[in-house]
């Protein structure tokens, strides 16, 4: 899901600074804007700069063809110029690159690949000049353990309700206890364990883990009983709704590279997304939904752990799992295009054939359980090994 932001006004404020360096010259500054600024190769298309990119590319129609900034062979030159050794602006680079990397064949959405770089000479190129810098900001397992919680830093800020109220359904809000491994929220998993939510990693290569947790109003048990309810359920006619107050979150943990290439859970939050059933219809089209996006520059001052509420009437323009692309819309009522606007975990339900008597929809029950984080971490870095982008990137990587 990717914020666009008109061009000219983007690179204006771009020049006032940058997300590593207060000099707008700064080669890392530099290079970030070479890399995340859409270059349409399509006459009458202007320019984008996205300064904090959720994937790459930024395509508004999935036919669209885009080439890289002119510039880029040069910041990629000026690179160590001025290297910066703060582990977090490290990571966020790498992080960021990485994602530059995998764009270059597009995103994977549905079963093809939209909008990739059509020079292959120059994605090779590109590859060849990139990776071996992966490896240069490359921090160890104990470094990327001692990267800040950037989720318990937004809590600790108190600049969000610590829990969601029914009376103010459009305050965001992040939990306290949400990680908390006994506490009221239960973290969700696939009993095969399997990537629970393949496609949100599918689209991007495997570089993020998400984390699903549901809380009932009445705590964990209750919880717990829900989830094991709908595994269980095997020919229903309608999906079962949770009860007013039930909150779901989707979180979005980055994944680095140590200086071998072995990926690691980071402690760095990406992305946040909320759904909270109501009692009532919604006043408000983004009234239970909530989205937090990183924001670079807020996370190196420490500022809510850089994640950063949408507004109720925010746009972006939206890469969607099955669509490729759609026009810019509101983002805190995105999830809604694939997970419909009626009962929570209605898309987990499998659609199960049509009871003879009644010729009404039945369904099959979706087989939870409740997991861990280092559970639902091995099955995602598992997938990135396997992904037909680390099959590229893979043996560039350094061998020293």
């Known amino acids: 899901m990717i914020l666009g932001v008109a061009s000219s006004v983007a690179l204006t404020l771009a020049l006032q600074g940058g997300p590593y360096d207060s000099d707008p010259h700064h080669p890392w500054n530099e290079l970030h804007r070479a890399l995340f600024t859409w270059h349409p190769a399509q006459a009458g298309q202007p320019e984008v700069y996205e300064e904090d990119p959720r994937c790459w590319p930024i395509p508004q129609n999935y036919r669209d063809v885009w080439t890289v900034s002119k510039n880029l062979s040069g910041t990629i ?17 790498q992080h960021d690159l990485w994602m530059f990397l995998d764009g270059l064949d597009g995103l994977p959405v549905s079963n093809f690949r939209s909008c990739p770089l059509k020079d292959e000479e120059l994605k090779t190129e590109l590859r060849r000049r990139l990776v071996p810098i992966l490896r240069q900001l490359a921090l160890g397992p104990e470094e990327i353990r001692a990267l800040p919680d950037t989720y318990a830093q937004a809590v600790q800020s108190k600049a969000f309700a610590p829990r969601f109220d029914l009376k103010d359904p459009g305050r965001p809000f992040l939990p306290p206890d949400l990680w908390e491994p006994e506490g009221p929220w239960v973290l969700l998993g696939d009993e095969k364990d399997a990537v629970l939510a393949e496609q949100h990693v599918k689209l991007v290569c495997g570089r993020s883990v998400f984390f699903i947790f549901i809380a009932l109003p009445g705590g964990r ?9 709908l595994r269980e359920v095997r020919r229903i006619k309608t999906i079962p709704p949770p009860p007013p107050g039930t909150r779901v979150i ?6 680095l590279l140590d200086p071998k290439g072995q990926p690691y859970l980071s402690p760095l939050t990406e992305e946040i997304r909320i759904r909270a059933s109501l009692k009532t219809p919604a006043k408000e089209p983004s009234d239970g939904l909530f989205e937090f996006h990183l924001i670079r520059s807020d996370l190196f001052n420490r500022t809510t752990g850089g994640l950063r509420a949408a507004g ?28 419909a606007s009626g009962a929570i975990l209605q898309t987990g339900f499998q659609f199960a054939g049509y009871d003879d008597a009644s010729d009404e929809r039945l369904f099959s029950g979706v087989a939870l359980r409740a997991s861990t984080v280092e559970r639902e971490t091995e099955p995602t870095v598992r997938r990135q090994r396997n992904d037909g982008s680390w099959a590229t990137l893979g043996p560039l990587w350094p061998k020293d």
Do not use: W
């Not at 030159?77 to 680079?93: S, T, V, Y």
């Not at 048990?221 to 309810?229: H, M, Q």
């Not at 989707?250 to 994944?255: G, H, N, Q, T």
């Not at 925010?314 to 805190?332: D, H, N």
């Open 250 to 255: 989707l979180v979005r943990r980055a994944l």
């Open 77 to 93: 030159d000026r690179f160590g110029e001025h290297p910066i050794q703060n582990p977090l602006k490290r990571a966020m680079l």
């Open 221 to 229: 048990r209750p919880t717990l009983d829900y989830v094991k309810g």
């Open 312 to 339: 109720p009437e925010e746009e972006g323009i939206l890469p969607m799992f099955q669509q490729a692309t759609t026009p810019r819309r509101i983002v805190r009522t995105s999830c809604s295009t694939c997970h």
